[in-house]
């Protein structure tokens, strides 16, 4: 696999996603590194409390995996909570098997009253295979992160994260990122 290539199309993807969102919209960059991956994921919101994004992850955890996704939420953010629910559409680039699936899921972080800086919370997001392509069975990803707010505009973060598929072929189910991951989210 081509892992600059496909970083590159998915920053590009990302991009025309700002793009239609406009400019005028609530938006966001992320990028986070971890020992065997990177993850790169753009949002803007399409209108108040609906919001539109997209990433990837490039893993080489085990053996290389691309993990696509765009997901459509509804979002609300004040100075208690930030929280997201809605659905995703994740596509597996995997050595193990390939396909893709509709999933729900979202996220949700709190911003604890003694320090309004720091958040706690996380994501999930489950692919049954009710809903899934070619190989994939199902799949899930799934992160804890403690987020502090070094300016308005910007989140340093450390993580974890675990993204699995079970694929229909010999290969069967498969952890494709296990980690820890620092990481910075720019607010627009």
Same mark, same amino acid.
């Given at each position: ?45 399409? %209108?108040?409390?609906?919001?539109? =994004? ?35 559409? %994740? ?11 509709? =999933?729900?899921?979202?996220? =949700? ?14 994501? =999930?997001?489950? %692919? ?61």
């Amino acid at each position: 696999m081509n892992t600059l290539g496909q970083f590159a199309r998915a920053a590009l993807a990302a991009s025309f996603l700002f793009a239609a969102a406009g400019t005028h919209a609530a938006g966001s960059l992320d990028l986070n590194l971890g020992a065997d991956a990177v993850q790169f994921e753009a949002a803007g919101e399409l %209108t108040q409390g609906v919001a539109l =994004g997209g990433g990837v992850i490039q893993s080489e955890y085990r053996e290389d995996a691309s993990i696509y996704h765009a997901q459509l939420l509804g979002v609300q953010r004040n100075r208690e909570r930030d929280i997201g629910i809605g659905g995703r559409w %994740t596509q597996f680039d995997t050595d193990y098997g390939n396909g893709g699936g509709l =999933g729900l899921g979202g996220y =949700g972080y709190v911003y604890l009253p003694q320090m309004p800086d720091v958040s706690v919370g996380g994501y =999930g997001f489950y %692919t049954p295979g009710a809903v899934t392509s070619n190989d994939l069975d199902d799949g899930y990803e799934v992160g804890l992160r403690a987020r502090y707010a070094f300016t308005p505009n910007v989140d340093g973060y450390v993580g974890l994260r675990q993204t699995a598929a079970d694929f229909g072929n010999r290969h069967g189910s498969r952890t494709l990122d296990r980690g820890a991951q620092v990481g910075v989210r720019l607010n627009f």
